[in-house]
């Protein structure tokens, strides 16, 4: 009896085993470039130009020029264009309803998809994706080494990950609209970040909904900018816009940025 019990021990473990490694790499598709991009397979490498189509996975790190941007859609080959399901609720925003509003286009965004905007460092950690028979469980880890990220993220799957890696922190997102910067200003449109961050040497863990901004430099969580809410309706009003086919120089040099959340300047 002590046999069996052991062996079907055994058995479930190496069960579990073929079920994890069943999981394979996620990807991230480029369907958008305005300005130049380029990016490396891997730290250390050599940088090649980003044109729309480059797929690449986990290990990659991409870089922005000035005044340029790049969209990629994750674990979707055969997609052609990101973001185009980002609500556009700028206006609303700027209401008394404001949380609301957003919130309830929420179910609207149908794709995991990035912009990086201009001069930007993004490295893609993590990226997989493991069938589970009855759904998707993706786990998305970017780490954020310099610039600003704008980003869509469908409903997620309970034991689905998505995080972001910052110099100061991390956030964690889920089914969210959101612009996050390596300085830690995090805004939301539709959804929910908590952002865990470090100040005055204490942990501590913000949450910002619809209509918010967290201030790294306050610790606060506020209704968004004026400002800010113009650029944001800027980014998602010239999604799906015809790419840009002049060259721009890249301002930052060819450092790879350490591994958030410890940073040190070249």
């Not at 000035?66 to 399901?85: F, I, P, Q, R």
């Not at 609500?87 to 179910?107: F, G, I, L, M, Y």
């Not at 650029?231 to 086919?245: C, R, W, Y």
């Amino acid at each position: 009896m002590m046999r069996l019990c052991v062996t079907g021990v055994f058995l479930l473990g190496l069960s579990a085993s073929l079920h994890v490694q069943a999981g394979q790499l996620g990807t991230a598709k480029v369907v958008q470039i305005k300005g130049s991009a380029r990016y490396m397979i891997a730290s250390g490498g050599t940088w090649q130009p980003l044109t729309v189509g480059t797929v690449v996975t986990q290990g990659a790190i991409i870089q922005t020029a000035d005044a340029s941007y790049a969209d990629l859609v994750l674990n979707d080959t055969s997609a052609k264009s990101g973001l185009e399901n980002a609500p556009n609720n700028a206006d609303a925003n700027r209401s008394a309803t404001a949380s609301t509003a957003v919130s309830q286009n929420e179910s609207m965004v149908k794709q995991d998809a990035i912009r990086v905007l201009e001069n930007s460092v993004l490295s893609v950690e993590k990226l997989s994706v493991t069938q589970t028979g009855a759904d998707a469980v993706t786990d998305t880890e970017l780490d954020l080494k310099a610039g600003t990220l704008f980003g869509t993220v469908k409903k997620l799957s309970p034991a689905s990950t998505y995080e972001i890696k910052i110099p100061t922190g991390v956030a964690a997102v889920r089914g969210t609209v959101y612009m996050i910067s390596a300085g830690g200003v995090v805004d939301v449109l539709s959804g929910k970040v908590l952002i865990s961050y470090v100040r005055n040497g204490v942990a501590k863990v913000a949450t910002v909904t619809a209509g918010q901004q967290f201030d790294p430099k306050t610790g606060i969580v506020s209704r968004i900018p004026e400002r800010t809410l113009e650029k944001l309706q800027e980014i998602v009003e010239n999604v799906g816009s015809k790419a840009l086919t002049k060259a721009t120089t890249f301002t930052k040099d060819n450092t790879v940025y350490n591994v958030s959340p410890v940073q040190t300047k070249p």
